[in-house]
């Protein structure tokens, strides 16, 4: 009995098989932003109406109106923009040097210092907060946008990914720069460092998400509403008696663009980085 090949079996379908079942679950987790922009468009009393409105009968900016002539609104905006450049520029530059160096450079300790820093991602951001704010207030950089960016300036997943990486390219490329008389951080920069844009794109998109989103440290650390993140300002339109659901929609439905806009500018770098990401250690 002879059996076809497979790609004969699936010349009647002109996709994957599989995406029968991704394409619902992609549709499943749409469904939070579909509702999202929706709700956005709703007054008040239709967010809260029982059994809720699924589709709204006429559109409404009250959301809008109310999130744009809060006069802090751009600010927070601007403040949490500031935040996440500075702090996924810090986390490129500084896991650059540190992955080179885990991944290049042979010192003593290489392997148990590298353990020690893996080790810190398991601990509870709980308990490092304290000990954390002691510090900032320490250096004087309580309720400003320093204490948001230093303490994330670089983090142990973003050295880790970029050592992955590095131990991935080959060897030869640098010694082939050495040759030609480039020191070595000559040739990170200038040759290392291009070839590594699938993991750049990774870091960034990741830092950046992280960033953006945060609301936990940004409610210990600051207490000047002119300083507030945007994530910290939406947090103020919830209030102990009345909440105005439809700015709080538009407003998280706005903190979201910056988002989507990052992913989609990087998507081609990032899913190659996933792709093509190494275990080798």
Known sequence: MTTLPVHRRRRWLPFSPWHFVLAPVSLLFGLPLVWLVLSSFMSNAQINRFPPTIIPHSLHLDGY???????????????????????????????????????????????????LMLGTLVIPFQITMIPTFLIMKDL??????????????????????????????????EEAAWMDGCSRLRTLWHVVVPMARPALGTVAVLTFL??????????????????????????????????????????????????????LAAQRTFIRSLASSAVKG
């Open 140 to 173: 004087g950089l309580v309720d400003t946008l320093g204490a948001l960016m230093v303490p994330s300036l670089v983090t142990p997943l973003a050295v880790f990914l970029f050592r992955q990486f590095f131990l991935s390219l080959p060897r030869e490329v």
């Open 210 to 263: 992280a960033t953006w989103n945060d609301l936990t440290w940004p409610l210990i650390a600051i207490n000047n509403d002119h300083n507030y993140t945007l994530q910290l300002g939406l947090a103020t339109f919830q209030g102990q008696h009345r909440t105005e659901w439809s700015a709080v929609m538009a407003g998280n439905l706005i903190a979201v663009l910056p988002v989507l806009i990052a992913f």
């Open 65 to 115: 109106r109310y999130v744009l002539d809060n006069a802090l609104f751009p600010r927070w905006f601007l403040n949490s923009a500031i935040v996440a450049v500075v702090v996924v520029i810090g986390n490129l530059v500084f896991g650059i040097l540190g992955g080179y160096a885990f991944a290049r450079l042979r010192f003593g300790g290489s392997r148990a210092l590298l353990a």
